[in-house]
């Protein structure tokens, strides 16, 4: 299994989402690669849509099953003002919710429930990881 993400995002929150996805994505790999889903083929991409209210309109989530290519396309809409005011442990959490979120329709690839909490039990390591790593961030 491998994880991929950039964002659909509106310019004031790119920095501290794009704080969120470096540390995400080569951790989560890291620790899906050292998991029993290192040979679960498939590629889920996230895609977060972070957006003001008033543009989120035109921006739905948007997430699918490409079964023939083994992709899950995940791309919910996630809470602007979070990325934009927030603590980074809020940022973090929204951040993850979203994939969270979407991790039972692993299902539609053929993810056993076992490689869904596992793969739920690789986020939430990779989350707490980060969070014990980060705290010394500065936000603006």
């Given at each position: ?9 509106y ?16 951790l ?24 003001p ?24 809409q ?30 539609k ?11 739920e ?20």
């Amino acid at each position: 299994m491998r994880f991929w993400a950039s964002f659909e995002i509106y310019k004031l929150a790119f920095p501290a989402a794009n704080i969120c996805r470096k540390a995400m994505e080569p951790l989560l790999n890291t620790l899906l690669a050292e998991s029993g889903l290192a040979t679960f083929e498939c590629e889920f991409r996230y895609v977060p849509i972070i957006m003001p209210p008033e543009m989120a309109v035109r921006y739905p989530a948007r997430s699918r099953v490409r079964r023939r290519e083994r992709v899950y396309d995940c791309a919910p809409q996630l809470a602007y003002e979070i990325f934009v005011s927030a603590s980074f442990e809020e940022q973090l959490a929204e951040y993850v919710a979203g994939i969270r979120s979407d991790a039972p329709n692993l299902a539609k690839l053929g993810a056993s429930k076992d490689q869904i909490a596992e793969f739920e039990r690789v986020l939430s390591q990779a989350a707490q990881y980060i969070l014990a790593n980060h705290l010394d961030q500065t936000r603006h």
